[in-house]
């Protein structure tokens, strides 16, 4: 804590002088028209503690996103990827593209591929916890707002929260009509309409209806020796709805109930063979945006569907709230993850870019998945210096995931085309927690917070494996069923307090103990060589435990024209879960590391300075390193001798333990690593300002993020990792109470910037979003 407190104070001071210049992170056009109004930049009111508070007065690390920084983040059709770097210490990336998005914060996430990875944050839509990645990609539309609460959350948000949470809060029925309509077009065709209808049918019951539609077409050409094949990739077709209808049959009982489908069909994430070079740093003169090569297949598809129920009920001290809800989803997402086309065994003219050791093509489907949770609370009413809740969480999740390899062609190693390798998996998951939280004011201006939550859970898993008997001997393993079972229980808790030195400015200290479930990971497509019999190829992670230590200040300055928060934190993660990706095969495992220390702090910061000017920032530094001594991952494949003089593909930084031999991966040390797509610093800036012109006004916004370097892997190499992402855009419109049109741009500097890679079969790169420019109208009623 000597550490911590030294650490805080020099941080503190750097970022509060910062702070000064610019100033909280993301787009906050609406908060130009507080500012006019109030003569300041208004009040922000979350959920973060599960009841409605000042932003100033929650003891937690938190950011809110509005609806209206929200649409300037969608323009051009982004999907929720587009929150990444938005928000101190928050990262978002995928590998599949639209679905399956992958979160980390203060650098703690999971870069697992496979569809039952076990995430450390999690997301929680509407009171309900999105527990598989194929729900976490859900569009965000008609959204009140957006909560990133960092540091554990496990008392009131359960299981799986040792980084923290995204949390969605929708816009719910209103008792009156009204609306909005907004629509844009822009570069590739994209169209991004969205709107909603709200209806007041009598004095106690609302419905409200809210819709999106993305779409965009093709614009990757696919450049093969037989010819191009011209807009063969990158397009997509989504689809969001949502209907919710509020009653209240009686004073103090109240029913929302929703139901919501999403339907995606689309190109999936483009993988780029050999745009890397090896011993260089950046993508190399085989990468061209707009054109790949690869031979195999790519499309995407998603459906899901909810339904919710959520009822309250004032008891007078109490209220009673019951949400339940039952989400159901099926997708599937194949790519030539070799990134390329033929294979090294071919001539020269017949593969490539670049050396191409073997084909790689996969398929990944989810036939069915079904998330069933209900949670039951009570929360105390009332203005006394105590308040409190508690209640009681159940989640039961039954998932089925098919991987196929094949390859579309055909090959010598892949003989003949088509699959010839399944892998079937079964994955029943079931849990419960009970919890309460209090908190109690001890004088005006001190107060104090604890948490408690048991929490018990248990996985049982089961994977299939059969393969082709036209596959080669020599790659082939034992075929058969595999059976697991994990489970686990324990206690999480948090203690805080907060201490209002004046009506402008609030200190406060938390300390919270988090937890993520155990994990299996069963994607046995290609398990390793040394897997006999095969269960050795299925991997099995215990259960994680983090101890989080935080402090900060939250202060409103110059007469409430600027609000500047920081907070600085500490954590020790024992028993870390990681996930080795890659290696000598296309396939991943879990790995428990002895521990993940991080440390850092988080600025979010905005200022008002005169009537329709308006600056916001947000910086955050994380320091993360793995600590175990005799952890050991491995690195990027391994090559044909004559390739290269040590074999492997790629230039391998850390302490080799076991070398490289041909098509097999080095076996290096892992201690003392950062973990991977974990920037030490991420920063964004936004700028609006705006000129009373007739009814309205007109504007200008921009806004720009940045994040320093990132790894790819557990391991470090040269060539698999990207320096620095710098993205930038432009928002210039006019603006009534009801109309608005306006031009954009996304990504308006040309930011070429990797994002991910892969390892085991050449130096295959993945890449950020294009620059898309538009124009867009909309109408509010």
């Known amino acids: 804590m000597k550490h911590l407190s030294s650490y805080f104070v020099s941080a503190a001071s750097v970022a509060l002088s910062a702070s000064l210049l610019a100033a909280t992170p993301a787009i906050a056009q609406d908060a130009a028209a507080n500012a ?15 009841r409605e508070e000042n932003i100033q007065d929650v003891p937690i690390s938190v950011t809110a996103v509005s609806q209206d920084q929200l649409t300037a983040l969608g323009s051009g059709g982004q999907d929720i990827r587009a929150l990444s770097g938005k928000v101190p210490s928050l990262v978002v990336e995928s590998s599949y593209g639209r679905t399956f998005p992958r979160f980390y914060i203060r650098g703690l996430g999971n870069t697992d591929f496979d569809y039952n990875a076990s995430q450390p944050v999690s997301l929680i839509y509407d009171d309900v916890v999105l527990e598989n990645p194929v729900l976490k990609g859900f569009p965000m539309f008609d959204m009140q707002q957006v909560e990133v609460l960092r540091g554990p959350q496990g008392t009131l948000f359960g299981r799986n929260t040792p980084a923290g949470i995204v949390k969605f809060d929708s816009v719910k029925p209103q008792d009156d009509f009204g609306g909005y309509a907004r629509v844009s077009y822009g570069r590739f065709e994209n169209v991004n309409a969205e709107g909603a209808l709200n209806l007041a049918l009598s004095d106690n ?23 191009t094949q011209r807009n063969a990739f990158g397009g997509f077709e989504d689809f969001a709805f949502r209907i919710q209808a509020e009653a209240e049959p009686t004073d103090g009982f109240e029913i929302l109930l929703t139901g919501q489908i999403r339907d995606l069909e689309g190109t999936a994430r483009l993988f780029r063979a050999n745009n890397f070079t090896r011993g260089q740093k950046g993508l190399n003169d085989n990468f061209d945006r707009y054109s790949v090569s690869t031979d195999g297949k790519n499309d995407q598809s998603l459906k899901a569907q909810n339904f919710s129920a959520r009822i309250t009920m004032d008891l007078g001290p109490v209220s009673l709230i019951s949400v339940t809800s039952y989400w159901n989803a099926d997708s599937t997402s194949v790519g030539d993850v070799d990134g390329g086309f033929g294979a090294n065994f071919l001539p020269p003219d017949l593969y490539g870019p670049g050396e191409i050791p073997f084909t790689a093509e996969t398929r990944d489907t989810v036939p069915d998945l079904d998330q069933l949770t209900q949670e039951i609370r009570i929360a105390s009413n009332g203005d006394g210096p105590l308040s409190y809740q508690a209640g009681f969480f159940y989640f039961d999740e039954d998932l089925q995931i098919l991987s196929e390899n094949y390859s579309t062609l055909g090959d010598p190693l892949n003989a003949p085309g088509g699959v010839n390798i399944v892998v079937s998996q079964d994955q029943r998951s079931e849990a419960f927690g009970l919890f309460g939280s209090l908190t109690y004011e001890l004088t005006d201006q001190l107060s104090v917070t604890g948490g408690i939550r048991y929490n018990d859970d248990k996985r049982e898993f089961v994977v299939v494996r059969s393969q082709d008997t036209q596959f080669p001997t020599f790659l082939q393993n034992p075929l058969g069923t595999v059976s697991r079972e994990v489970s686990d229980n324990t206690v999480t808790w948090d203690a805080s307090v907060r201490y209002e030195a004046s009506d402008d400015l609030n200190l406060y200290a938390r300390v919270a103990r988090g937890y993520r479930a155990p994990s299996i990971q069963g994607r046995i497509l290609f398990p390793p060589a040394t897997a006999t019999p095969l269960e050795d190829g299925v991997s099995v992670a215990d259960s994680e435990t983090i101890t989080s230590y935080e402090a900060g200040v ?89 390739t290269f003089p040590d074999v492997s593909l790629c230039t391998i930084l850390d302490p080799i333990e076991i070398a490289a031999a041909p098509f097999s991966a080095a076996i290096v040390n892992i201690n003392g690593n950062s973990l991977p797509q974990s920037p ?90 294009p620059r898309i420019w538009g124009i867009e109208a909309g109408v509010t009623f």
């Open 36 to 50: 006019e109004a109030d003569e300041g930049i208004g009040v922000i009111i979350v959920t973060a503690q599960r």
């Open 205 to 227: 019951f609302a419905v409200r209806v809210s819709a999106l539609y993305q779409r965009q077409s093709d614009y990757v050409d696919n450049v093969l020796p037989s010819g």
């Open 554 to 642: 939250k202060s409103t300055l110059f007469g409430g024209r600027a609000r500047i928060n920081l907070s600085g934190f500490y954590y020790d993660l024992n028993n870390a879960q990681l996930t080795a990706v890659g290696g000598d095969v296309n396939a991943n495992r879990v790995i428990n590391a002895d521990n993940v220390r991080g440390y850092g702090f988080e600025l979010d910061a905005e200022i008002a300075p005169t009537s329709g000017l308006l600056f916001t920032a947000g910086v955050s530094y994380n320091n993360t390193e793995i600590q175990d001594e005799d952890l050991t991952s491995a690195a990027c494949g391994g090559t044909r001798v004559d």
């Open 680 to 769: 030490r610093w991420i920063a964004n800036v936004t700028a609006r300002y705006a000129v009373p012109v007739g009814d309205g006004e007109v504007y200008f916004f921009t806004d720009w993020a940045y994040r320093s370097k990132i790894n790819f892997f557990l391991y470090e190499s040269v060539e698999f990792q990207d320096d620095h992402m710098l993205e930038g855009g432009v928002r210039a419109g006019y603006k009534t109470d009801r109309f608005e049109v306006a031009a954009f741009v996304r990504n308006i500097t040309k930011d070429t910037s990797a994002v991910s890679g892969i390892d085991f079969n050449n130096l295959t790169a993945m890449v950020n979003e």
